[in-house]
Structures are given as structure tokens and as C-alpha cells.
């Protein structure tokens, strides 16, 4: 079973930078599109990054050239490394992975695998 678990998340000041880290305890997951998605407080659970078993990656244009998914396949990890943060990125991050999601492919609904999520507080 593939069980993903995030850790990094935290209070930081705006501008600041944070680095979230998501692991596969379960299994190998290195065919798989591994993303991270976030829920801010009553919103629904919005797109971040992606990033594919060779590297490629699609950002939505509120974190591109902020935020940098990268992946370490022989460790089962993807990371996110978020620079300049806004009030606005204030939310519980969560790692989602899928066997069939293609890159590009942004609806949360279409990843089967997600881990518990870690919160993410940007002060003004």
C-alpha cells in the first residue's frame, strides 16, 4: 500500500521560506506523478505542483517562480520548496500521488493517494 507522509510545515513571516518534504513508507512509487495540492481555511483543496518520475513539473501561475517541486526517486520523496511566502499560501499542504495522473492534470479528485496533510501559517 502506498502511504504518504508529510513533514516540514510550520509559522514562518512573510517572505518567508519553508521546505516540505513527502515520503512513500509503502511502497515504490516511482512510477507514479507525485504532487502537492493545499486547502486554504474554507476554500477546496487547490493545485500546487506536480512532478513526473524524470523530473518534469507544472506549477499554477500562483506559485510559479516561488515554489520548486523536486523528487528523489530512489528515496520515494518529493519536495517543495516554497520562497517569498504570502499570507495568502496560508494552508494545510497535502502530497498526493496516482499510477495514472499525466502531468498536467490538475483536479484533485484524480489522485487516489494522499498523505495527512501538515499546515502551512504565513504571518503578515
Known amino acids: 500500500q502506498v502511504r504518504l507522509v508529510e513533514s516540514g510545515g510550520g509559522l514562518v513571516q512573510a517572505g518567508g521560506s519553508l521546505r516540505l518534504s513527502c515520503a512513500d513508507s509503502?511502497?515504490?512509487?516511482?512510477?507514479?506523478?507525485m504532487a502537492w495540492y493545499r486547502q486554504p481555511p474554507g476554500e477546496q483543496r487547490e493545485f500546487v505542483a506536480a512532478?513526473?518520475?524524470?523530473?518534469?513539473?507544472d506549477y499554477p501561475d500562483s506559485v510559479k517562480g516561488r515554489f520548486t517541486i523536486s523528487r528523489d526517486n530512489a528515496q520515494n520523496t518529493v519536495y517543495l520548496q516554497m520562497n517569498s511566502l504570502k499570507p495568502e499560501d496560508t494552508a494545510v499542504y497535502y502530497c498526493?500521488?496516482?499510477?495514472?495522473?499525466?502531468?498536467?492534470?490538475?483536479?484533485?479528485?484524480?489522485?487516489?493517494?494522499w498523505g495527512q496533510g501538515t499546515q502551512v501559517t504565513v504571518s503578515s
Open positions: 498526493a500521488a496516482d499510477p495514472w495522473v499525466r502531468l498536467g492534470e490538475r483536479l484533485a479528485h484524480r489522485y487516489h493517494y
Open positions: 509503502g511502497s515504490a512509487t516511482s512510477i507514479n506523478v
Open positions: 512532478v513526473t518520475p524524470g523530473g518534469s513539473t
